[in-house]
Every structure is written in C-alpha cells, then in structure tokens.
C-alpha cells in the first residue's frame, strides 16, 4: 500500500467544469464525480428534486493523487472557492498501485 | 374578467396552485429532477416544433422582422431600468442588483406557453414567430447586466482559476433551451406540417396533459424556493418582483402601439416582456458574476414573479394587448 | 371465470408477469427510478382527474357518503383483525404485526387502478367517488395500527433525536399518493368535463399504455423484493399474505350486503379492502415505528399480497361483488 | 434518391442531428439518463408488441424460419470477417479486434427502427417477424466474439475475483433489451390486435414522437463519443467503422437472393445486419473481456457507424433490398 | 490548512431529516447530503433501482466541522441509530479556511 | 469510539456485482453504493448523462470494517481492478458501535 492524499470537492455544479480544469491541470492522474441530493450552508437547506432552477445544485468531486499534486491543485481551488459556492477537505489514504497517482 | 377567470380555473393553473399550496404546507412530495428536466426538455420541442410549422406557411414579412427586432429591444433595455430601480429603492448592492436585473430581461418559455394557451381560450391567434421572438430574448439581458455589473468595478476583475475563454459564450448560446427551442423551429420549418404530422400525437396531442405535470413540479419549486427564501429578501425587493412584470409589460404595452402586430401577437410578446428567467440566466450568472447571490435572483424570478405572472398577470397582458389593438 | 382469463390475458398483467419473472430469473434489468416515480404521479394525478370529472356530474347522496363512510371504517377496523391473526398464527412481535396489520388496512392504487379496468373489461359501471373512497382509506389503518403498537409499551417511549412535532401527521397527510390523488380530484371536480378535455390526450388516451410499463416495474421490483426477502418470512407469514386479502375482500362483501353500492363500485370497495398498501404506509411506519422491521412488511405487501391480487384476487372481488347485488 | 432525402428530412433524422451538431460544438445540454433509458424501454416495448401483434396474424411459415435461421446466421458470421479486417488493416490487438467484432454481428434496435420508419415511407411493408430477428441477431456474434479472443489464449484465463458461473449467460440471455423485446412479442402475440387496442395510444401513437426525443440524446451521446474518442482511433480503425456496415450489408443483399423474403423485410434484414450494438454487447464485453478498450468499440459502434447509417446507410438498404427483388 | 473532522453518516431516507435537524443542533454550519445505488448490510443486498417502494433507499450525508461540534452531533445520531438503519464513521480531514467550520 | 477501516472503491458498473461478492465473501458485514456523475482518468473526460451506452459508468463502493476483513477483502479487490477499471483507497475511520463491524 501506498501513502496518498484524497482531496473531497463539494462545489456548485456551474463552477464543476472550473474545478475540472484545475485539477487536470494540477497534474492529478484521475477524479470521479459523484451527484448530490440537498444539504444546508450558510443558514440554508436546499434540496436538488424540485428545485426546477438547479439553482442550488452541487456535486461532489473525489480525486486521489500524490501529495505535491494534491497540494498544488489546492492553490487553485482555493482560488475558484472564493469566488464559487463550495467546500473542501484533504485526508490521508492508503492505496494499491501507487505509481497510477 | 372571464378570460382571467377562465385561466385561473383551467386544470394547468389548479396545478401549479396545488403544487405551490403543498410546498407551502411543507409537504414533502416531489418530482424526480430528471423527470422535470425531460420534460422541459419536451415542452421546448414542442413548442419549437409548432412555431416552425406555422412559420413554415407564413413568410418572414418586414412586420415579422420588426416584431423580432422589438424583442431583442426588450430584452436589452429592460435590464437597465430594472437596475436603476434596484439601486434606487432597494439595499442590493451593485453585482446582486445587475444579476437580478438580466433575469428582468430575458424571459420564462413556461409563462409564455401558458399565456399562449390563455390566448387560445380567449378565441384570439397567434402566430409562430412569436417562438422565435422568445428565443431571441433569452440572451440580450445578460448582456446589459455583465456591462451594467462590471462598469463598476475598479479594472478588469481577476480570472476565475479554470475559467476558460469562451465558456460563458458556450453556455449562453448553447444551453439547452436555445439549441432545443431554435432546432426545433427549425425543423418544424423545414419539415413543415406534413413532415411532423407523424409525431403531432406526441408533441401536440399530449402536450396539455404534460404541461399539468410539469405546472404541479413548478408550483412545487415555487412554493418552497418561496418558503426558504422570502427571509434573505426586503419587502422593497419582494415588492420589486411584483411591480417589474407589470412595469415591464406597460412598456412592451407601448411598444406594440408602434408595432404591427396582432392582439394574440401582442399579448405574448407583453408577457415575454414581464416574465423572468429561471434557469437560463442563473446558469449564466453563476459563471459569469459568481458573487451574486442566488438565493435572492432565484427566489425573486421563480418564487415571486412567476406566481405573479401565471396566476394575475397573463390575464392583465391580454387585457393590455386589447387595448393596443382597440 | 371467463373474466378471470380476460384479466390474466390483458397486457397490463402480462407485462406485471414478464417483470416479475424476469426479477425471479435474476436479471439485472430495471426500470430508473425516477421514471417509475414519475409514472407513479401520472398515474395518481389520472385517477385523481377522471374521478373527479365524474364526481362533478353526479351529486354527492347520502348513499355516497355512506360509502365513503364504510371505506374508513374497513380502513381503521382491518388492522385490528390482522394485528390478532398475526399475533396468534406467527412469530412476529407486537411492533412488526402492528406495522403489518398497518399496510393490509390501507390500500394499493395500482391494485385498485387494475380493478377498475377488470371491473371495465367485465362490462360493470363504476363512479368516480370510488377514487375518493381510495383516498381516505390510506390514513386510517396507519392510526389504528400505532394504538395497537403503542398500547403494549409501558410507557411512552423516548423520542428519537431530531423528531418533530407533526412530522409524521405531515407525512401522513401530506404525503405524494394524498396531495396529488385529492388534489387532482379537486382539480378535476372544479375543471369538468370541459375544462380538462384538452388534457384527455394524456390522461386517459395513453393511461392504459403508462400502466404495461409502469407493472412491468412493478413486477420486477415485486420478483426481487419475494426473491430477497422470503427467507426472513415464516411459512405462517407468508400465509398471511395469500389469505388476509380474501379475509379483508369477505368482510368488505359483507358490509356490501347491507350498502347501497351498485356491482362496480361493490368489486373496487371489495379490492380497496384486500389490497395493501406498499409504499405510503412503509414511509409513515419508518417514521412512526423504526424498529418495526421494513423487510417483513415491504416484502409481505409487495412481494406476495400485491401479485396474488393482481393476478387472482381482481376476478374473485369481482365474483364476490356479483353475490352482493345477484 | 427522394427516399435518401425524404429520410434525412424526416423530424427524426434532424433531431438526431441537431443533438449531433449540439454535441460536436461541445454544448452541454443533456438529456438525463434516466428519462434515456426509460425511453429506450418504451420503444422496445413497443417495437416487440407491434411484432407480436402482427406475428399472431400471419402464421409462423417455413419461410420465416429461413429468415429467422438467417439472421442468427449472420450474426454469427459477420464477427469472423470483421475481425479478420481488422487484424489485417488496423493495429488493435486480438482482444480489441474481437470486441469489436461482436459489436458489428449484433444489432442496433434503434438504427431497425429508424430503418423501419424509412421503409414505411418508402411505400414498402415489412413484418412483425423481422422483430424476431433482430431479438435473436442480438447474442450469436457474443459468442463468436469470445471463441476468437479466447482461441489466441495459451490456456484458459484466471477467472477475476468475484466472477460467477452464470454471470456473463444471465447478463447476455436476460439484459433489458433481450427481455423486453422478447416479452413484449410475446404479450402482443398473446394479446393479438384486440387485446392491445387499449394499449396503443401509447405505444403507436405517440412512438414516432418519443423516437425525437431519444435521437436528440441519441445525436447528444454519438457526438460526444465521437469527439471525445475519436484521437484513441486510427485513420483505418475509423475507416472499418464506415465501410463495415456496407461490407455486411452487401453480405445479407446476397442471402436475400437466395431468401424467400420481400422487399421491406430485406431492407430490414439488411438493415440488421449492417448496424452495430452499443448497449447489449458492450456491457457483455465488459464481463467477458475486460481487457478491451471500450473506448475504441464504444467510439466506433456509436460515434461513426450509427452516425452513418441512421443518415446515409439507411437509403443505401434500401436500394440494396430493392436489387433483390427485382 | 486546518484539521477538522468529517462526519460520513449514511441513514435511511425516511429518517434524513431528523439527522439534518441533529447537524443542524450542534452547531455544524453545513452538510451535504448523496444519493445512494444500493448496498448490502445485515445480511441482505438492496438495490434503490425497482425498488418501487423506496422502503430501504439510504442517503449518504457528508459533514466537515470542528472536533467539538462533530462530538456533540454524535450523541444524537447514536440515539437516532438505536431506532434506524445506518452507519456513522467520522475520520480527521484538512481544510481551507478552516473559520467557516 | 472504535477505530475501523474504510474502503472506497470506485469501480466500473458492469464490474460492480463481482465487488459485492468479494466485498461480503471477505466477511465485511456491509457496504453503500453510490452513483457517479463523471470523471477523468487515463486522459479522458467522461459524463454519465447522455451516454447512451452507459459504457464508461461507474458506482463508488463504500465499506467499513475492521482492518483483518479490509486487507482480506484488498488483494480480491486488486485482482479486480488487474482486469476491470477502478481505484481503490483505504482510510481510518472511528465508529459507533464497533461490535458490528
Ligand atoms: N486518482 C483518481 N481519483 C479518483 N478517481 C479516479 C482516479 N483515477 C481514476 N479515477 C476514476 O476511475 C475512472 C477510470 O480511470 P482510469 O482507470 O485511469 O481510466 C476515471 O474515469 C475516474 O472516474
Ligand atoms: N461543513 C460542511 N460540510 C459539508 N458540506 C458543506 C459544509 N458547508 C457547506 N457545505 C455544502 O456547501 C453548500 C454551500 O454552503 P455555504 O457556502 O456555506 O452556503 C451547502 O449547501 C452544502 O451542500
Ligand atoms: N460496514 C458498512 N459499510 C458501509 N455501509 C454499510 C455498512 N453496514 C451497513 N451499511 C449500510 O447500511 C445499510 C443497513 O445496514 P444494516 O443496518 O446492517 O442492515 C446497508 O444496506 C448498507 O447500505
Ligand atoms: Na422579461
Ligand atoms: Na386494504
Ligand atoms: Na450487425
């Protein structure tokens, strides 16, 4: 097993393209997308049904990589974050096949 | 007096209503977001559909050109007055009050269906470039609100990281109410009514049955963006989304005087004029001025003046088209 | 009996087959779940407008509202019936057989939607209050089923964290199945005839064709919930669900006896009886009594009652229903 | 030639590509994948109802059987050419050559229907039997596939972890497109005209209509393939996916000389055997040879090859048919 | 970057909004909520696709906040999970602008 | 609290029935499958709406469980992803109620 970084993107679904780019830029190797139902931020719930704007809707982007990869995309989602509506948080794995990351 | 008793109980509107009551009662019912979606999807078909058809038999007369020219007028100008106002009697600041202001401008293809049926209950016609018209005034709001929003800032504001050229182009011209509305006109143009004879059961046939369904889901998403919202808005700006319509709408008013333009014509370009973008233009608002506030464009289009303007103001337009041509 | 073959031989039974043998055979095919729950609104808003449309040309007799009136009644009395069985015959505990006895009281609009075309395809009349009686008989049964549940605790039990006061009179009242079956049924009361035919096309024009594809879905997801779930069923539960729908089917034909209830309007009443509810009644029971165990219930309801009605029990209420009035 | 053009001018084909050219100018409209597959089981519903309608008119000849074996036959065969071609004109390995190849024996259900379309507007008449055809033209080539990929192997492969007797059997008998369509010829079989006259409104109605909306997501998906897949192809391995379909074109023109079969059926028999899987044989791909790139046969069947025919291969068929039989 | 928690709480829909309620009492200032496909636990598979019922549909919720609150929404959500189906894990992340947590 | 381990494994669908079964034959005691919405990987972007062909579909798998079952059920997962696409990634997680893990 190997030591890697997961970073957990949760933005607004617009800025997805935008956090897309940073990261293949950043050098990371993959990401996956995953769709969301409704959360709360900033004093507010929202809920993705009904929601006939998609005004609120977010997704939730999951990317493994090297730490030095991981460390450089954060500088550019740091970046899009304080202009979009999102959060992230960076953990600590374990991984087969290091050298794909 | 009738027409607007009559629309107000044709089974479209009961369904918007009872979905608006039962989001507001806190009811915890839903439709799927895809199926919402594929039926917007249908709706914009459809209603390309017909309007190619029908422009199909018509020529594009110098009065159509006018009438396309008008709306691309409306579209434009709207937004600044919006925002004059805005700035005026209400504290939202410069970004909230431009990205609110391109809503203005640009329109709601639903409310425009459904004053197109309103029209067809009041016995008056309309005709097919009409679809065209609406088409066409999707995207010069944006515009005047991107000038009016980044007028005043100090100089060119920094990227966005990941931003690329061109996507704010893409998105605007390419959304899928612009490639499905105006592919489907063309189409229909091109296919005429004995080309698309085969698939009218489907996209004329049931297309008043499905705009129920997809009303019920609208009057849902009305009724709770109203529920969660309203508290983020001043009385100043909720009021703003029930007198813009109607401001909007006595300009188009006067507009159609200069026109030539028929009732049922008039009619739905006032309601073009009145009605509010939902999802094209915060789509675009959120690449483009992501500080602005969704929470108060969205809840001021979708949960205020698309209520307003199903429920009170198409029957206030029609009656206002009657005038012009009286 | 020649009714019986009828029923067994129409496509909306077939396609109920074909998905539950398919589900049984262990293929992976399945209808999104959005698209069923899009199709489950359609279906309840359909039933919801015809029956109204009906309602509005027929005046609401004492007769009626006596049948109203004996649906709660079956409602909130079968619970109790079942609950004992359930004690006596199997090894489920106080909770569980409430929360069975729960779902049996209550009712199945699909079951009911596919009497209603048996009792058609037998040349009967039915009338659209039939629809309304549907409506009220889902709440009762819940009621009765939490005093029979609660009434075995020592004391009140603690609440679970984050529970609110009047969620679940919310979910009861307000729940999908009740919003859109009384409100279409207000909507198409008020609408008429007249008001809702330019949405015909969609409601009753392609009905008939939604409900192949929506049982398809429903047989599937009945094969997969008898094929994963009978292992956790005794014999004696399982028994339960084959014989309790005719028990609940007899005491509606007695109470028949003595109401004034044309053939038709005898085999829905009867069906309303002996169906179970598997999908309002389940969400209520999660929330009122989560230790209740959802793959007893669900797999019951769905997996063995709602086949054994579908595919059997329709002709026999409708033999029943033709005792009453003979 | 009016055929070619009354076919491209058809609402169908410019739907198809509007999403096509929504696609290549990287629009990011969709369609959601629930609504697609939803639809995509609505028309398989329907298209094996039709069938099973007509097929319970018609007896079950010896000449249908011919035509039924034949189809099996060509589907079983047409892989061995195709990966001969392609390891002799392209650099994909034994693997990749032999996923591909399976793709072009099967079959694609949409391309049969746009051709069955094209031939109804020709003036011809085609059976309810070609729908078995095309059922049983779906699985020969998986097979043939497996025997060359698995020939090249020095001794059988590790089974992966997790892999189970039956899986792949299961998923290639009893996929969605092999249960519906089978399931539903037979129902209509069963049911006949009679039985299924309730049913049509929506399952021949509004077909031609739905077929719209899925070729717009259809135009969506082969565009996106084709630009997002096209750079892992080769000039030759793309050039395979357009002259593919005319080599086994040419192939079923040949058996039809000797085929008791008219001129509608061999334009779809020809149809059949010149399109190419993009549902059913991809994911069996993926359980038997996961090795394979579904980039290249993904890119290929659905970016190029149903491109092709949906707009040019079609017209081609049926001239070819028209050879035939005069 | 700052050290936070993150909540991985994955319950049945009926009971999401209780556990919203719960987040939303101690103090955490967001959450995300998922959808979710299917899974297996106590011995039995589920599958969210034609399960016409929706009776053992689950949600995943995603919460990242302080340590102090993530102790205190705990209690709860153990008390919400003696009465329903579900599964809480908590794990140390990283995040930027670690004041909004 | 107790301390486990966190799989999550990221998987192509027509794969994912083979991970359910070395998953639960590894005596994990459960696991939620998540959807996805898109991705990148091995240079290609994908998206799940408008494939048609559902051919690049994948499902994130999580399971928690105690660390002897997660490395019994990680060389059958590294067997799997030799032949299907994937990653997988290993974490630390403290749990409620570890008895049943
Ligand atoms: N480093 C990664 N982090 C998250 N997901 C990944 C990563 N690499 C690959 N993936 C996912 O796995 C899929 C296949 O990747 P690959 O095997 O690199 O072609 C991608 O499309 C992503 O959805
Ligand atoms: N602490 C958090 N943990 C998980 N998701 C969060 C958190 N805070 C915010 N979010 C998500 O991000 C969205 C916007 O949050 P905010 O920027 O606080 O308005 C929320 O609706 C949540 O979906
Ligand atoms: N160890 C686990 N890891 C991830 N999800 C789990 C785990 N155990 C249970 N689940 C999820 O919780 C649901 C109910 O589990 P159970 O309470 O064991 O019946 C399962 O169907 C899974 O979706
Ligand atoms: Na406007
Ligand atoms: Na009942
Ligand atoms: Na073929």
Known sequence: MYSKQRIELIIERMAYKRACRVLEASGLTGYTALPTLGGFGGGNRWQRDTDISGGSDMVAIIAIGSPERVTKALTDIENILGAHIGVVSVSDVQVLRGERF | ?326
């Not at chain 2, 607007?4 to 799927?32: D, E, H, K, Y």
């Not at chain 2, 050109?65 to 937004?79: D, E, M, R, T």
């Not at chain 2, 188009?252 to 233009?281: E, K, M």
Request: hydrophobic content about 60%; overall charge neutral.
């Open chain 2, 1 to 326: 007096m009738d027409v607007a008793i009559a629309t107000l109980l044709s089974p479209i509107i009961l369904f918007f209503i009872l979905g608006m009551g039962a989001a507001l009662l806190r009811s915890q019912m839903n439709v799927p977001e895809a199926v919402a979606k594929g039926m917007a999807i249908y709706l914009m078909m459809a209603i390309g559909l017909k309007g190619g058809v029908q422009m199909a038999t018509n020529p594009l007369t110098l009065d159509v050109i006018l009438v396309l020219l008008s709306g691309i007028f409306l579209s434009a100008a709207i937004p600044a007055l919006a925002f004059v106002i805005l700035r005026a009697t209400t504290n939202l600041g410069r970004t909230d009050a431009a990205a609110v202001s391109a809503h203005y401008g640009s329109i709601s293809i639903v409310t425009f269906v459904a004053a197109t049926e309103a029209v067809r209950l009041s016995g008056l016609d309309s005709s097919g470039h009409m679809v065209a018209v609406a088409a066409l005034m999707e995207t010069p709001a944006i515009v005047t609100a991107l000038i009016l929003a980044l007028a005043g800032r100090p100089k060119a504001a920094d990227e966005v990281a990941g931003a690329e050229r061109g996507e704010l182009v893409r998105e605007v011209a390419l959304n899928a109410s612009v490639v499905v509305l105006v592919g489907a006109l063309i189409i229909g143009w091109i296919a005429g009514a004995d080309g698309t004879a085969s698939v009218q059961p489907f996209f004329t046939g049931i297309f008043q049955g499905v705009l129920c369904l997809f009303l019920l889901d609208m009057g849902l998403s009305a009724g709770r963006g109203l529920r969660n919202g309203w508290r983020t808005l001043g009385a100043t700006t909720v009021g703003f989304g029930l007198y813009m319509p109607v401001v909007s709408a006595l300009i188009a008013t006067g507009l159609c005087f200069v026109l030539p333009i028929g009732q049922g014509d008039a009619a739905l370009l006032i309601t073009l004029a009145a009605s509010a973008s939902y999802i094209a233009v915060p789509a675009a608002m959120r690449l483009a001025l992501p500080e602005a506030r969704p929470s108060v464009y969205l809840t001021l289009s979708l949960g205020v003046t698309f209520p307003f303007n199903v429920i009170l103001g198409i029957p206030i337009y029609i009656f206002l088209a009657s005038l012009v041509t009286a």
